[in-house]
């Protein structure tokens, strides 16, 4: 008997500390400001979309590590480390908020030149059933992308170090592109990767883009960003032949 209460005590005190631990690794304190974590927030409910808490605890962390390894990388630019949830994380998920709806489990999605991750890791982290390929040729940003996916343990995340040309993709879902290049030379690359029925998606500020109105094949959709002044559109064209 008091073996067993002895054996009982030791394994109420190993759990608790194992809580413990546990809480320190979920709950972790990040150098995102209270202020930007609000306006996050605010943009998801404003497009009615709500995250699992492991889902927003991820963003952080990813936020903390690419704020990190901007200090020695060139990821973005400094004046954004401040309000990187606000300008690239809700920018990043842009394509969720409009094409939910489209995206199946299934899908297969490579983004072109991921540099530091965005959109493609927010989006891999709240579609963990879809198949994600960042494409990234640059040797510290491809090594950076692998790091966040074994922390993160992304399972449905892949990094190709190589130019999208060369990756010799076939029957895509989504390819989509965010601050690579034009609209045209983004959808040239794009396009025989994708499956007839796919499609190509871009995040472009509206005023690069207003000369791709006239052509009915494009789908613009305008958007805000917090606290930004300048306007955004998401550019959308589907494969049909």
């Given amino acids: ?3 067993f ?7 109420s005190v190993l759990i608790g500390f194992i809580r413990k631990i546990l809480t320190k690794l979920f709950h972790m304190k990040h150098s995102i400001s209270e202020h930007q974590k609000k306006l996050l927030h605010n943009f998801l409910s404003e497009h009615q979309v709500l995250l699992e ?7 952080y962390i990813y936020s903390d590590m690419l704020i990190k390894e901007n200090e020695s990388t060139n990821l973005i630019s400094n004046n954004d480390t401040p309000k990187f949830l606000s ?10 908020i409009f094409y939910k709806d489209y995206i199946k489990d299934d899908f297969k999605w ?3 030149g991921s540099g530091g991750g965005c959109p493609v890791i927010p989006l891999c982290i709240i579609l963990p059933k879809v198949e994600f390929f960042a494409v990234e040729p640059r040797k510290k940003r491809a090594l950076f992308l692998e790091k966040v996916k074994n922390n993160l343990k992304l399972n449905n995340f892949n990094v190709i170090d190589k130019k999208f040309e060369s990756a010799n ?3 895509l879902d989504i390819v989509s592109a965010r601050a690579v290049s034009t609209f045209e030379n983004d959808w040239a690359r794009a396009e025989n990767s994708l499956k007839v029925g796919g499609k190509f998606i ?3 500020s509206l005023t690069s883009i207003l000369h791709l109105k006239e052509d009915e094949k494009n789908n613009i959709i305008q958007y805000e960003l917090p606290e930004e002044s300048q306007q955004y559109a998401i550019v959308s064209r589907g494969k049909y032949v």
């Fill in 5 to 11: 209460f002895l054996l009982k005590c030791f394994f």
């Fill in 53 to 59: 808490e492991k889902s927003i605890e991820k963003l």
């Fill in 1 to 3: 008997m008091q073996m």
């Fill in 169 to 171: 993709f076939k029957n």
């Fill in 202 to 204: 871009t995040l472009k």
């Fill in 110 to 112: 490579a983004d072109i």
């Fill in 87 to 96: 300008r690239h994380i809700c920018d990043s998920l842009v394509p969720y």
